[in-house]
């Protein structure tokens, strides 16, 4: 099975920028569609966006869509989730996850999940 490590979280102000990673070892992250999601203390866990295996298809949560972009390179059996124009809404835990199955924004679908990043924005 795969194992996630997600890194690049931390604190930001408004309007800044973050660059999320998450490294797979175990398996080769080309096996999976991955994806992230977040979580808001008090809140659930929610889809920010996914990537399909090859990278061709993405889906991006409307709250995210235009400022987050989702990326990966299964040569560095890496993925990425670059953030801009941060917003003090976007403060939460950040968790990427593994999919075996078909391409999904549904948290249940998704086998493998890292330990999560936190990303603080400030106002």
């Known amino acids: 099975q795969v194992q996630l490590l997600e890194s690049g979280g931390g604190l930001v102000q408004a309007g800044g920028s973050l660059r999320l990673s998450c490294a797979a070892s175990?398996?080769?992250?080309?096996?999976?569609?991955m994806g992230w999601f977040r979580q808001a203390p008090g809140k659930e866990r929610d889809f920010v966006a996914a990537?399909?295996?090859?990278?061709?298809?993405?889906a991006y949560a409307d709250s995210v869509k235009d400022r987050f972009t989702i990326s990966r390179d299964n040569a560095k059996n890496t993925a990425y989730l670059q953030m801009n124009n941060l917003k003090p809404e976007d403060t939460a835990v950040y968790y990427c996850?593994?999919?075996?199955?078909?391409?999904?924004?549904?948290?249940?679908?998704?086998?493998?999940w890292g330990q999560g990043t936190q990303v603080t924005v400030s106002s």
């Open positions: 990537i399909g295996r090859s990278g061709g298809n993405t």
């Open positions: 175990g398996r080769t992250l080309g096996t999976y569609h």
């Open positions: 996850a593994a999919d075996t199955g078909s391409f999904s924004y549904r948290l249940s679908d998704y086998e493998y």
